[in-house]
């Protein structure tokens, strides 16, 4: 569990990273450079009529231009674990009313998914914009204001495109990190506010 933060054979990934902290919901990097994380939502442009598609790339054009600072995108290929979905589906379902009547048809619909990833590995794409900040005169407070009126900008113009978003948390961005350099790992157990308190105290 200690790999993303420890490594005894190279140095570890936070010194590769050049992470120096990951607090109020920020990720801090060396010399006084900061980022904010926000997950997005997708539409499916080709879908979209002709005159939708016209509309939405004007709403994306204003959006660019209204950027108030730079970002980055970040695409995550992630395999979809479907079995904690079925899992979840079938416990969702037992205490509808209808579950007996029901029950065979939805054992075959479980049975069918379970089966369709046990032959195809199934992929989805996560979309993340990476709001920087860099050298903002030495003062983490108004670097971490800035952020905070920035994302709130880029969110709300995002909301125009119909994408709903997500601003990562500081345990969010953490488990994203844990992820992509622990992935079988993370499918385990992932990152929680009580196993990060265990870690900080030297318990595990």
Same mark, same amino acid.
């Given at each position: ?5 420890? /490594? /005894?054979?190279? +140095? ?12 109020? =919901? ?9 980022? +904010? ?15 939708? $598609? =016209? @509309?939405?790339?004007? @709403? ?5 231009? +209204? ?5 980055? @995108? ?6 979809? =674990? ?25 054992? /075959? ?27 903002? /005169?030495?003062?983490?407070?108004? +670097? ?18 119909? *994408?709903?978003? $997500? ?8 488990? *994203? ?6 992935? =079988? ?13 265990? *870690? ?5």
């Amino acid at each position: 569990m200690l790999d993303f933060l420890k /490594n /005894n054979t190279k +140095a570890s990934s936070k010194q590769q990273l050049d992470i120096v902290s990951i607090e109020d =919901d920020l990720l801090h990097l060396s010399d006084h450079r900061y980022r +904010a994380i926000i997950q997005i939502s997708t539409i499916n442009f080709e879908l979209k009529s002709e005159s939708e $598609k =016209d @509309i939405i790339t004007e @709403i994306y054009q204003n959006f660019l231009n +209204a950027l108030p600072s730079r970002i980055q @995108i970040y695409i995550q290929v992630r395999e979809l =674990d479907l079995k904690t979905y079925t899992s979840n589906f079938r416990a969702s379902l037992k205490n509808k009313a209808n579950y007996i009547k029901y029950k065979n048809q939805i054992n /075959n619909y479980i049975d069918f998914v379970n089966n369709l990833s046990h032959k195809n590995k199934i992929l989805t794409r996560l979309f993340y914009l990476i709001i920087p900040l860099d050298d903002f /005169n030495n003062n983490y407070i108004e +670097a971490k204001d800035k952020l905070n009126i920035n994302c709130d900008i880029i969110q709300k113009n995002l909301t125009k495109l119909k *994408l709903s978003t $997500k601003r990562l948390t500081s345990l969010d961005i953490f488990n *994203l990190f844990y992820e992509i350099y622990n992935p =079988d790992i993370y499918k385990i157990q992932p990152i929680n506010q009580e196993l990060i308190k265990n *870690l900080k105290k030297g318990i595990i």
